[in-house]
């Protein structure tokens, strides 16, 4: 049999977890626990909503369809810039590693908000114009972009080891920083990688 | 005779013409700089008063409001921007001047609206928690007391149990 000394131990902490059990919703609103890590994804899709059938070997004036999509995890809404850029091989890509942007100008901007915890999605419709090839080079007149036409002049070399003149169309995601009041580039990128085949 | 003459008619025609050509390339330049230029000062409003639209909502949210309605008129208006950035690169700058203003329009309206949910979200919080805060103080309160009263019937339950109790001696103990 337990002495009373015991037993009063044990009232006391069934008195003790019954206050905090009371206690709960208000802690609830004073308390905030940690959250989870916080990041954003950013995508691309072909034009059946799937990763697959991208567009790969393209020509002049013909359209194409992607989707470009962007998640929030980052704890609460943020507001982000998409910007969709087109390079040959030898122009820089972002680098992932040191977190720097690609110095290329860009052609097309998304300018979205997503709540946390939720996506968004839309469609990018590309097209080629004014493609001329001379000798083992390719040049890009005019790139079309959600229906909005940009003159880009952009020569692409012969890939001997890959077979093809080739360029990337890729999109930066940038996201804006409250405390600085500026937008920052967020780290991720995507890109297509386009063979130009005929005129 | 008449050639002579007309030569001396055509080149004070040539003359005026070419002046009002170059008069008018003149003319034409500053009105293209200052289209550029409040093309790009509409676009820098709008951009400005989508920033302070973007930080009124988080600040609703931070509170707990729904800002689902907000966000989505917030994109609204971020598209227009994003046609006014556009329209300001490939030179029609009358459409980003137009589209920017949209964007102005629409930002002022989402940041008045999160402004004034921030302060009905606030004030029912702070009845909400005045509320829980009184549950939780009588509820605790009440249970301390229960279990005062569950105390005291216990240790007189105790008690009389140990009263009622036999001494036991056993026989096979050695002294």
């Known amino acids: ?199 | 005779m008449k050639g002579l003459c007309g030569r001396f008619v055509k080149a004070p025609v040539l003359f005026l013409l070419v002046f009002m050509i170059f008069s008018l390339s003149l003319t034409r330049l500053p009105f293209y700089v200052s289209a550029s230029d409040e093309a790009s000062s509409a676009i820098g409003e709008a951009d400005n008063d989508l920033r302070r639209a973007f930080e009124a909502v988080l600040e609703a949210e931070s509170v707990g409001a729904n800002v689902s309605g907000l966000i989505a008129r917030l994109n609204e208006a971020g598209e227009l921007l994003a046609e006014a950035e556009i329209a300001d690169k490939i030179g029609s700058f009358s459409e980003a001047v137009s589209k920017a203003e949209q964007c102005s329009v629409l930002a002022d309206g989402v940041m008045d609206e999160a402004i004034t949910l921030k302060g009905e979200v606030l004030a029912g919080a702070q009845i909400a928690f005045w509320q829980d805060l009184t549950v939780t103080a009588m509820g605790s309160a009440v249970f301390l007391v229960a279990m005062f009263f569950v105390w005291g019937w216990f240790k007189r339950a105790y008690a009389k149990k140990l009263l009622r109790m036999k001494l036991e001696v056993a026989s096979d103990v050695e002294a």
Not at chain 1, 51 to 67: K, R, S, T
């Open chain 1, 1 to 199: 049999m337990l002495k009373l000394e015991d037993y009063r131990t044990v009232f006391a902490s069934v008195g003790l977890i019954g206050v905090l059990l009371f206690a709960s919703p208000t802690l609830g609103l004073v308390l905030h626990l940690p959250s989870g890590e916080k990041f954003s994804e950013l995508w691309v899709l072909g034009p059946g909503h799937m990763a697959e059938d991208y567009p790969f070997n393209v020509g002049a004036d013909v359209n194409y369809l992607v989707y470009v999509g962007v998640g929030n995890h980052m704890g609460c809404s943020a507001y982000y810039v998409v910007y969709v850029k087109f390079r040959n091989q030898s122009e820089s890509l972002p680098n992932a590693t040191a977190g720097t942007t690609s110095p290329l100008p860009p052609l097309f901007e998304f300018r979205l908000f997503v709540e946390d915890g939720k996506s968004w999605e839309a469609p990018l419709r590309f097209s080629f114009s004014n493609v001329s090839f001379f000798g083992d080079r390719c040049l890009v007149g005019s790139l079309m972009i959600n229906g909005v036409t940009f003159n880009v002049d952009k020569s692409a070399s012969w890939d001997v080891e890959n077979n093809g003149y080739y360029y990337q169309l890729f999109m930066e995601l940038w996201i804006y920083n409250v405390e600085s009041r500026a937008f920052e580039f967020h780290n991720r990128f995507v890109g297509l990688w386009l063979n130009m085949t005929s005129v």
